[in-house]
């Protein structure tokens, strides 16, 4: 498993720059825009991926070459890791595609292998030196973008085949906001105030009030404002877990 996560790990920024030559169709962000919402966020955002894809190979490269990379929360957290990341390279092509209800399907399956592993790593009492910058923060980091991610894409799918309203989206993308904030305030509990996945969706949130802002669809202005609201919460929620925990993570 540790090969095997390191060849993932290394697949990601591959197929993503393969994805950027059109390598599998139109770029995602072409698709994208052909599909406006409610809850996308700027395109600045999106270089995120960068910092998550470099993370990433450094936490493969350090898991299948390091010696001190044993202990069970992390044998526990890589097949999860493994999965997050083989259907993370997935989701490009398939999105380039636009086979949307497949894509959707893959992005929800990234977002939880890469919850289980973050949720592992965030609960392991005793992490091994290097542990917590070199495995639990890139998974988290990871975990945390996908939490917003999967919700717009299934904005974008919604309004690809005109399941509900494309004239008034703003019901329908209330409850989509809900609906992530009640994942992203679940899963900061049970990992008492993860930092990396919180800043990731903090990130998120503030490029949507930044495209919402400055949208000229119908409700982009209350969707601005939700994404602050829910952002303002999330940090909220983070500071009072930290300070009421006692640090889980005091090595590496």
């Known amino acids: 498993m540790r090969w095997t996560l390191l060849l993932l790990s290394l697949l990601m920024p591959a197929v993503s720059w393969l994805s950027q030559q059109e390598a599998f169709g ?12 409610l809850i996308v966020a700027a395109g600045y955002a999106f270089a995120i991926w960068g910092l998550i894809f ?6 493969g490269a350090w898991q299948a070459f390091s010696k ?20 993370t390279a997935a989701w490009m092509p398939v999105f380039s595609q636009q ?8 992005i929800w399956g990234a977002l939880a ?19 917590t910058w070199l495995a639990w923060a890139p998974v988290s980091l990871h975990a945390g973008w996908l939490a917003l991610a999967a919700f717009l894409n299934t904005a974008q799918v919604i309004v690809a085949y005109g399941l509900l309203s494309t004239t008034n989206m703003l019901p329908w993308t209330l409850v989509l906001f809900a609906a992530a ?23 998120a949130l503030a490029a949507v009030y930044v495209k919402q802002s400055q949208a000229a ?9 939700v994404a602050v609201g829910v952002a303002i919460v999330l940090a909220a929620q983070t500071v009072w877990l930290r300070l009421r925990a006692q640090p889980l993570h005091v090595t590496g």
């Open 26 to 37: 139109p770029t995602n962000g072409a698709i994208s825009d052909r599909y406006p919402t």
């Open 54 to 59: 470099l993370w990433d190979v450094v936490f």
């Open 68 to 87: 001190r990379a044993a202990g069970a929360a992390l044998a526990g957290a890589r097949p999860w890791a493994a999965g997050g990341f083989a259907l």
């Open 99 to 106: 086979l949307f209800w497949l894509a959707l399907l893959i």
């Open 113 to 131: 292998c890469l919850l289980v592993a973050a949720l592992k790593l965030s609960n392991d009492a005793a992490p091994v030196p290097g542990q």
């Open 181 to 203: 904030a009640v994942l992203l305030l679940l899963a900061n509990r049970r990992m008492r105030g993860n930092l990396p996945f919180v800043a990731a969706a903090l990130w």
């Open 217 to 225: 669809l119908a409700g982009a202005d209350t969707a601005a404002w």
